[in-house]
């Protein structure tokens, strides 16, 4: 148990076991495995998101329920949080590089409004759009 506490996931309680000891030892794997398979996504997704560029990754759902579940529909949704609005920004700059100014980063995550890096990021893109002579370098006197 000191060793599941310290991170290593690959602790297991020496056996056999009879009884109730059995039954603590049983639940102690499935904890052991649940620690494991939420730190084996986390490492995935960051390796898919941050080395790879896939912004579209997400952890698998938990085998457990409760607050297993929870914490991974939760480590989701701040990806979510984070890469949905850089990806829309990245969209509305490309309708711009392609000549079309109409595109606009919404500022709403769908019923809050987006706060923070991510509300001044879609400013910033916002502005750029709507101010296109600022954006080639045109808005300047030389």
């Known amino acids: 148990m000191r060793a599941l506490a310290d991170g290593d996931f ?16 049983e639940v102690f794997h499935q904890i052991v495995a649940r620690e494991q398979h939420f730190a084996t996504e986390l490492t995935l997704v960051r390796r898919e998101v941050v080395r790879q560029g896939r912004p579209d990754e997400r952890l698998s759902p938990s085998p457990g329920q409760g607050s297993w579940a929870m914490s991974v ?3 989701n ?39 923070g890096d991510l509300r001044r990021l879609g400013r910033a893109v916002n502005r750029m759009v709507g101010q296109p002579e600022h954006a080639q370098g045109r808005g300047h006197p030389a």
């Open 10 to 25: 690959r602790a297991r309680l020496d056996g056999p076991y009879e009884g109730v000891m059995a039954d603590l030892a």
């Open 73 to 75: 529909q939760a480590t």
């Open 77 to 115: 949704a701040l990806i979510d949080a984070l890469v949905i609005p850089a990806a829309t920004a990245t969209r509305v700059l490309d309708a711009v590089a392609g000549g079309d100014l109409t595109q606009r980063v919404d500022l709403h995550d769908g019923n809050r409004p987006l706060r």
